[in-house]
C-alpha cells in the first residue's frame, strides 16, 4: 500500500491486513512490547481544520515507532499564502517521509500524492475519513469477533464520515444501512460503489427503518467542519436525526454505538445513550493509535512480522 487516500481505494485484504496489525501493535503497546520499526522516520502533519484526536494519535504513534512528527499548521505553511499544493509536495519529499493531511477538498490530498514522492495519509477532508473507520472496524471486530452477518446502521448527516462507514461496512462484508435527509445524501461516487453490493445497503429517510435489527450504530455532527454558516438549517433538517432510546430499541440486543467524536450531546446522540456506551465510544477513540501506526508502518513500509 504506498497512500492512505480513500477506503475506495484499498481491497478488502489490504483493510483486514492493517486491521491485524492494528491489533498486534496495540498487544504489543499494552504489554510494554517496544517496536521501532519506523526509527529515523518523520511524520509531516498538515492541518487545515481543528483536530484533537487525529494530531494528538498520529503524534504519539510515529513516536512509539521510533519516528517523530512534525505539525505543520496552515497558519504556518506557504500553502495557507498560496503556494501550490504541487511545490508544497514536491518540497517536502526532499525532506520527510511521509505526509499526514487533514484538509477541505479530497484533490488537495490526490494531488499531493501525484506530484509529491512520498506516501500520503488522508487525516479527514469533506469526502471521506479512512483513518476513523479503520479505527472503527478494528473495534467492531474487538467486540464482536467478527464482521460477517453484522448490520451496521449510520444516522445523520451523509458526509465524510457517513462515506466511509459505507465503503468500509461494506468491503469487510457487514450489511450497512444509512438514515438521512434526502438533501443530505452521501457521495455519488460512494452510492455507486454501493449499488453494487445490492440488498446489503440500504438507505432511508427514516432513522427507525435503518436501525431495526442494527448490531452497531453510527451517527456523526450535524454540522462538519466548514460548514459553520449553515448551522441554524442543519438544526432544522436534521432534528430527528439522533441515536436515542427509541432507534436503541429496535436495534439488536447488545448493539453497539460508536462515534467519531467530538460529540454534541442531544443533537446527534442522547446523553443518556452516549454514556451508557461511553466504553465502546473511547476504545474508538484508543483505537485511531493503533490502526494510524498500522498504516504508517504498511506505507513507510517498516518491517513488522512480515
Ligand atoms: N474523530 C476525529 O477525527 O477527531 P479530531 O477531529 O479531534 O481529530
Ligand atoms: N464530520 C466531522 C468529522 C470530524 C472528525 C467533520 O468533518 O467535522
Same mark, same amino acid.
Given at each position: 500500500m504506498k497512500h492512505l487516500l480513500k477506503l475506495l481505494d484499498l481491497s478488502k485484504e489490504e483493510i483486514i491486513d492493517i486491521l491485524n496489525l492494528a491489533d498486534q501493535l496495540k498487544y504489543e503497546n499494552k504489554n510494554g512490547i517496544e517496536h521501532p520499526v519506523l526509527k529515523g522516520k518523520t511524520l509531516g502533519m498538515i492541518f487545515q481544520k481543528s483536530s484533537t484526536r487525529t494530531r494528538v494519535s498520529f503524534e504519539t504513534g510515529i513516536y512509539q515507532l521510533g519516528g517523530q512528527a512534525l505539525f505543520l499548521s496552515n497558519r504556518d505553511l506557504q500553502i495557507g499564502r498560496g503556494e501550490p499544493v504541487q511545490d508544497t509536495a514536491r518540497v517536502l519529499s526532499r525532506y520527510i517521509d511521509c505526509i499526514m493531511i487533514r484538509t477541505f477538498e479530497q484533490k488537495e490530498v490526490e494531488d499531493l500524492a501525484q506530484y509529491g514522492s512520498i506516501p500520503i495519509i488522508n487525516g479527514l477532508t469533506d469526502f471521506c475519513h479512512p483513518c476513523q473507520v479503520l479505527a472503527d472496524l478494528m473495534t467492531i471486530r474487538e467486540y464482536? !469477533?467478527?464482521?460477517? !452477518?453484522l448490520k451496521m446502521c449510520y444516522i445523520g448527516d451523509g458526509n465524510n464520515m457517513a462515506n466511509s462507514l459505507i465503503v468500509g461496512g461494506l468491503k469487510v462484508g457487514m450489511s450497512v444501512s444509512i438514515a438521512c435527509p434526502e438533501d443530505y445524501r452521501p457521495n455519488p461516487e460512494v452510492l455507486a460503489f454501493a449499488e453494487q453490493y445490492g440488498d446489503k445497503f440500504f438507505m432511508t429517510d427514516k432513522p427507525l427503518e435503518a436501525a431495526k435489527g442494527a448490531d452497531v450504530l453510527f451517527t456523526d455532527v450535524w454540522t462538519s467542519m466548514g460548514e459553520e454558516a449553515e448551522t441554524e438549517k442543519r438544526k432544522v433538517a436534521f432534528a430527528g436525526y439522533q441515536i436515542n432510546d427509541e432507534v436503541m430499541a429496535v436495534a439488536n440486543e447488545g448493539a453497539m454505538v460508536q462515534h467519531c467524536l467530538p460529540a454534541h450531546r442531544e443533537e446527534e446522540i442522547t446523553e443518556k445513550v452516549f454514556e451508557a456506551h461511553a466504553n465502546e465510544i473511547f476504545d474508538e477513540a484508543e483505537n485511531r493509535l493503533h490502526a494510524q501506526k498500522a498504516v504508517m508502518v504498511r506505507v513507510m513500509n517498516g518491517k513488522h512480522n512480515k
Open positions: 464482536k !469477533g467478527r464482521f460477517d !452477518g
